[in-house]
């Protein structure tokens, strides 16, 4: 248990579909972040929220779209996905500042299966 | 561009000891992360390196040098547990985390 939860678990939708990823941080971080992992990639940056601004993008798509209304809570937005956008979508979070080496603590996350 | 190299699988016995290898080229350098993770689980935090050398905590020990952008990830007295993925990260200097895509390893009794 790394105190981030992720829900839902495993998620399937057809690529016309609207759905939402939702993460919970309960360590009191001020940075929260939305990764995409694919089988034997690189995690994949898509998403950072410090102090409830985002303050990277990294050219993700347009059909993810993030939220973040407060600094535990994190939603990952998606609507008329594409196939090869099924991955393990992974939320983490973060103490950022001084005397801290941002060590990044990882949700479960969620499988996302896009027919 | 940046780019973190480590082998993506590896192979060994319970009780033996195995190092896995991480080489990086990144845009500066603000510390290397190594994260375990287990089939379907999170990935976790196992160890920070900003100085070169060697840390060790418990049955893991973790070495950096940074004049040759390398690091490795040393596991004493493997345990079947141990069978998870490794993955190797490095802050470069807009404290941005650049991954590698992880080194699969296989403990077999």
Known sequence: ETGVTQTPRHLVMGMTNKKSLKCEQHLGHNAMYWYKQSAKKPLELMFVYSLEERVENNSVPSRFSPECPNSSHLFLHLHTLQPEDSALYLCASSQEGSGSYNEQFFGPGTRLTVL | ?109
């Open chain 2, 1 to 109: 561009g940046q780019n973190i190299d480590q082998p993506t699988e590896m192979t060994a016995t319970e009780g033996a000891i195995v190092q896995i290898n991480c080489t990086y080229q990144t845009s500066g350098f603000n510390g290397l992360f190594w994260y375990q993770q287990h089939a379907g689980e999170a990935p976790t935090f196992l160890s920070y390196n900003v100085l070169d050398g060697l840390e060790e905590k418990g049955r893991f020990s973790s070495f950096l040098s940074r004049s040759k952008g390398y690091s490795y990830l040393l596991l004493k007295e493997l345990q079947m547990k141990d069978s998870a993925s490794y993955l190797c990260a490095v802050m470069d200097s807009n404290y941005q985390l650049i991954w590698g895509a992880g080194t699969k390893l296989i403990i077999k009794p």
